[in-house]
């Protein structure tokens, strides 16, 4: 006796009922599925097909309902139609052709295999190939390395993502990276979209927003909260001090971090400007005092290091000081530990522009020191902004001045705080 059933679920196989005889329960949406039910309780998935090219109809036995779930015995069921479509007969197949063929299906090769063909199909740019395999696979998805894709589960991503959160926007690109991974498996016929976890990731909106990207830092809570961490008077962040002044040196001149870890020494002119190549000018950020610490304290500790072959980047790398300063994100964790959020480097710059719009300094100045490009003029130089090297560091020290208002702490005797305490903890 076969009964047929439009509807597949944990409900579903809850409420079948026992008979005294076996029976089958077919489903109009899987031709070919079936579940044998059997007096005695067991419940088994099962496939009935037929070899291409002609022979009797076989059946082939998945598992029982206890031992696989209903996404994992669909899967099988279409591997297994995929046999016969071969003119293969999947119950003569050796248990060791099935261990190779599970094998093939391991997560990293297959991921590999996506990115190197968008490579190749000039979909993908080689420095995007590269950071989707270094780090995003290399990374942040190494999780799955070793797992074979048709044992990856909803709830098991689930688990990765949640596991993510210190790394909002890295755990979003590394998702879009994953369910990309999985498409492209359904392509290939390596595994079925019903049974495609990542369907049910779909449905769902993703809990990390991005828009914490682009907020600022209240200047009255959050600001004084963020710099108290950054000085670190009680050393407890444990933070390197070339990281701790790149980010300072983001914090006082709202430079994007780019141009931050990748400043080099050549690009300082006589301590009284630093040139930045930007799109359609080269901007010439002026170095005051607040500046100057920086470098300085930047020099100090590169005529203390002990390695050979330093290279010209400021902010180098303590352990390959040819290469700039790479990852900073960790560090802003750290010093994001007062807030309910982790800081940006987005967010450093549009609160040092808050800052600016609090000093009062003239329009043109503004657009300048942002490296912005103003549409009212032209834009190529300082002198064709009408702008002197004098007014200029004196707005950026209007800027500091404000700045420095919102410092944590400000004892007697100590006129600019800021200053103080960054050079203070060393």
Not at 190 to 219: A, E, G, T, W
Not at 242 to 261: E, F, H, P, Q, S
Request: net charge positive; charged share 25%.
């Amino acid at each position: 006796m076969n009964i047929t059933s439009d509807v597949l679920d944990n409900e579903f196989l809850d409420t079948i009922v026992l008979k005294d005889s076996p029976y089958f329960i077919t489903f109009s949406k899987y031709p070919g599925f079936r579940l044998k039910v059997n007096p005695k309780g067991r419940i088994s998935y099962i496939t009935y097909g037929r070899i291409r090219f002609g022979g009797n109809p076989r059946t082939i036995t998945h598992g029982t309902t206890v031992k696989l779930s209903i996404s994992e015995a669909i899967d099988k069921h279409f591997q297994t139609l995929k046999i016969l479509s071969k003119g293969l007969d999947p119950n003569l197949i050796k248990k060791t052709k099935t261990i190779q063929f599970t094998d093939s299906l391991i997560f990293r090769d297959i991921a590999i295999q996506f990115l190197t063909e968008k490579k190749n199909n000039k979909e993908y740019s080689e420095l995007y190939f590269n950071h989707c395999k270094n780090y995003l696979l290399g990374n942040k998805l190494r999780a799955f390395h070793k797992l074979n894709i048709m044992s990856i589960t909803h709830n098991f991503i689930n688990e990765w993502y949640e596991s993510k959160s210190n790394t909002p926007s890295s755990a979003n690109s590394a998702m879009s990276l994953l369910a990309s991974i999985f498409s492209f498996a359904v392509t290939k016929n390596l595994i079925d979209f019903h049974s495609n976890p990542i369907n049910l990731v779909n449905r769902i909106q993703l809990k990390y927003s991005n828009k914490k990207n682009n907020i600022q830092m209240d200047l009255k809570q959050e600001l004084p909260k963020f710099i108290y961490q950054l000085w670190d008077p009680l050393n407890v962040n444990n933070v390197h001090a070339i990281t701790r002044y790149a980010i300072y040196m983001m914090l006082i001149t709202g430079m994007k971090k780019n141009d931050v870890l990748k400043m080099k020494w050549s690009q300082v002119r006589d301590m009284k400007f630093i040139n930045i190549k930007k799109k359609n000018f080269n901007q010439l950020f002026p170095i005051n005092n607040h500046v100057e610490d920086i470098l300085k304290k930047m020099l100090l500790l590169r005529s203390k290091s002990l390695l050979r072959n330093k290279g010209d980047f400021i902010f180098y790398n303590p352990n390959e000081p040819r290469k700039p300063l790479s990852n900073i994100r960790k560090s802003l964790i750290k010093y994001s530990v007062d807030l309910d959020w982790v800081v940006y480097p987005e967010a450093i710059r549009k609160t040092f522009t808050k800052i600016i719009n609090e000093s009062s300094i003239p329009t043109h100045h503004y657009y300048y020191l942002l490296g912005l490009n103003n549409k009212t003029s032209s834009f190529n130089s300082l002198s064709n902004y009408n702008i002197s090297t004098i007014e200029l560091s004196r707005s950026l020290d209007a800027v500091h001045k404000r700045l420095e208002r919102h410092s944590p702490m400000n004892l007697p005797g100590i006129d600019e705080p800021l200053r103080y305490f960054i050079s203070k903890n060393t």
